[in-house]
């Protein structure tokens, strides 16, 4: 992965942007359990439609506190 200038791996930047802006920021996974599953992809880096399927269910997961 690559991380822009004076980034680091350790670093929490939705919740340090969140503290900047004073809202929430989400900070879902949405391709967690899709990459890598031949299923799921149409290719190796883009989800097919069930893929796609995957990830707007996480994104709802995710914004659900937020309704």
Sequence with gaps: ????????????????LSRMIGLPVMNANVFDGIMGTRSLMSDPIRPNSQGYTVMAQHFFRALQPYL
């Design 1 to 16: 992965m690559t991380y822009g200038t004076g980034a680091s791996k350790g670093m929490d930047y939705p919740a340090q």
